[in-house]
């Protein structure tokens, strides 16, 4: 049977995920970056005490609970939780105690997840959509189970225009089996989050992205950060 791009994308994600969860620096570099997402959370007014869902939170299982008090929080994502062997009792203890403070579910966010409807106060969803193989699906999924009331914290990369350029017509068409290009079916500006989110059902309150109109046109990627409520 033909493997389908996305069932490769999906092997190549765990094979990466995998690598990972082996090495300390690793481990702890996809801490930091879930710690810097929570920190801005809560520098916009992102309360503790919140049932959470975060949806694609990786095989780590690591997200906004490692750093928050919580009523509830469980964790999503279509591939396996995996067990932190870096070698380093100390390290992986530590790692495992974080993981275990969200329940997970492997899960598909792109269809109907056994959680009822407006029963979570946030959502979270950060470096997902570029990976995924319905962002609008999965987005539209939040909202399904997030209160009126509730928020969305999102994360996502983004080009300059001129580095989507690149990416499009000269990185995925010279390679594309590269585990980078098959990892990201999907690649943004700033400027299509607005719309993406209305789309599914979201209105942006807060963005942390501050680059002029010459870094938007010319710049490297960066992560954008964003605070958005129910429509």
Not at 153 to 158: A, E, I, P, W
Not at 194 to 200: D, E, I, N, V
Not at 213 to 218: E, G, I, K, P
Request: with cysteine.
């Amino acid at each position: 049977m033909k493997t389908s791009r996305w069932e490769e994308a999906q092997e190549k994600e765990l094979a990466i995920w995998q690598r990972t969860v082996s090495g300390a620096a690793d481990v702890l570099t996809e801490i930091a970056e879930a710690a810097a997402l929570v920190r801005f959370g809560k520098e916009h007014g992102l309360a503790d005490e919140a049932a959470v869902v975060e949806l694609g939170i990786g095989p780590m299982g690591i997200g906004w609970a490692a750093f928050a008090s919580t009523t509830r929080a469980i964790g999503v994502d279509p591939l396996p939780r995996l067990t932190i062997a870096t070698g380093d009792a100390n390290v992986d203890r530590f790692v495992m105690d974080l993981q275990y403070r969200s329940e997970f579910l492997q899960g598909d966010a792109t269809k109907k997840l056994p959680l009822d409807d407006a029963s979570f106060d946030l959502i979270v969803c950060d470096n997902v959509v570029d990976h995924a193989e319905d962002p609008r699906a999965i987005l539209a999924e939040g909202r399904r189970i997030v209160r009126s009331h509730g928020s969305l914290l999102f994360g996502v990369n983004v080009f300059s225009t001129i580095g989507r350029l690149k990416w499009r017509q000269v990185t995925c068409r010279l390679h594309p089996r590269d585990p980078n290009v098959l990892c990201h079916p999907h690649s943004f500006l700033s400027s299509d989050l607005g719309g993406l989110l209305s789309s599914a059902g979201w209105k942006i309150l807060v963005s942390d992205d501050a680059r002029g109109a010459w870094q938007r046109l010319t710049g490297c990627a960066c992560r954008v950060r964003v605070i958005a409520q129910p429509i």
